[in-house]
């Protein structure tokens, strides 16, 4: 398994710990994370890595950037939707922000000081809430596998 891999499924691991968050109901990379059945969900995507160091024939150090989706239902009619999401986008950052390194096999774990709203708003408005991990981790030079 790449390493790269290995820190999404750490976080998705992390954030299915009990209590889980959304009712356990968190996928990885998905375009469709929502199902019309659930009030809440979470998708961890992985957005990007990016090589930042390499020694010569030593260690590649990476910074993968990963986006987690806070998503919510909110009821028909709702005087603000934004509402929905707000409980499970404190639980996830929470989550988020005391993840240590060392679980994840990294360097470094650091919540980016941004969230991206977007508000579907239809009869039953959907509203997600993107929270950005950036993880600073190392690999062998000659394959993506977790150095070690």
């Known amino acids: 398994m790449s390493a790269h891999l290995a820190i999404q499924t750490g976080v998705i691991t992390a954030l299915t710990a009990a209590p889980a968050v ?19 969900a ?3 995507r992985l957005a990007q ?5 390499q020694l010569l024939g030593g260690p590649i150090d990476w910074t993968t950037t990963l986006q987690i989706e806070c998503l ?11 509402a929905a999401v707000d ?4 639980t996830v950052w929470a989550r988020l922000a005391t993840l240590p390194a060392a679980s994840l096999g990294a360097m ?3 919540v980016a000081p ?3 709203w977007q508000i579907d708003d239809s009869e039953t408005p959907a509203v997600a809430a ?9 690999t062998q030079s000659v394959a993506l596998t977790a150095w070690t």
């Open 22 to 40: 959304a009712g356990g109901l968190i996928r990885a990379n998905t375009s469709r994370p929502l199902p019309a059945s659930a009030s809440s």
């Open 42 to 44: 979470v998708v961890v």
């Open 49 to 53: 890595s990016r090589a930042v160091n």
């Open 72 to 82: 919510a239902r909110a009821a028909s009619g709702s005087a603000d939707p934004v």
């Open 87 to 90: 409980a499970l986008l404190e």
């Open 108 to 110: 470094d774990v650091r």
């Open 114 to 116: 941004a969230i991206d």
């Open 130 to 138: 993107t929270i950005t991990l950036q993880v600073t981790h190392r």
